[in-house]
């Protein structure tokens, strides 16, 4: 058994990070640290390693005198998000389903039904529901590099994520997708998992565009 040790610096990045995602700090104002700390209970170095992981991940970004601020969604990133995620996913997760051993499948089953719970209950847990479930088809093999690339760009993908799901159907349609992932997935059907995972992105992509249209 793994024993995962989380410092308060860990804590506090995780709850930001989900006020990110979820949207509940503003994009506009600078991120108040004294309040913040205070509000969190906890002393400002901790608030200040878990902000400066999150400008890392490239959701905060920091100005002189301005402090950190939410970094704004855009069109432009989201195009970049997805396309480095056509690049590297699909063909990642063909080799992880070629690759994984039976408990490598155990845990993106897991990861499969963890999501689908979250998705009929949080949004912003959906997120990072979806971003364990997609590290885990990649995972399988070894490939730390490849592995991380992925989670990172998932991270960075979660608030579009959400964005994505927030019209009606929408997260029917991903269910069914990512059902017909998992199931070849498991079932070592590499250019399905392949075909699958690129028409999944893609879709996505499509229908941000167009929410980001709408909205200009």
Do not use: C
Request: no cysteine; charged share 25%.
């Amino acid at each position: 058994m793994t024993i995962v040790v989380r410092t308060l610096s860990d804590q506090v990045f995780e709850i930001v990070r989900e006020r990110i995602v979820s949207g509940s700090i503003p994009t506009s104002a600078p991120i108040r640290q004294d309040a913040l700390a205070a509000e969190l209970g906890v002393s400002k170095i901790p608030l200040r390693e878990a902000l400066a992981r999150l400008e890392q991940e490239g959701l905060l970004v920091s100005q002189a005198n301005r402090g950190y601020t939410v970094r704004p969604m855009s069109a432009d990133q989201a195009d970049e998000i997805y396309a480095l995620r056509l690049a590297i996913e699909p063909l990642a997760a063909a080799r992880g389903a070629a690759e994984a051993t039976q408990r490598e499948q155990a845990e993106a089953l897991a990861a499969f039904h963890a999501l689908d719970t979250a998705a009929s209950e949080n949004l912003a847990e959906v997120a990072v529901r979806n971003r364990d479930f997609h590290t885990a088809l990649v995972r399988p093999g070894g490939r730390l590099l490849t592995t991380q690339l992925v989670e990172r760009l998932a991270v960075l993908a979660e608030r579009y994520v959400i964005t994505h799901l927030q019209p009606a159907g929408r997260e029917d349609r991903a269910h069914l997708e990512h059902r017909e992932l998992i199931d070849a997935w498991l079932g070592r059907e590499s250019s399905t998992v392949e075909a699958v995972m690129t028409r999944h992105l893609a879709a996505t992509l499509d229908d941000l565009r167009a929410q980001f249209s709408a909205t200009a």
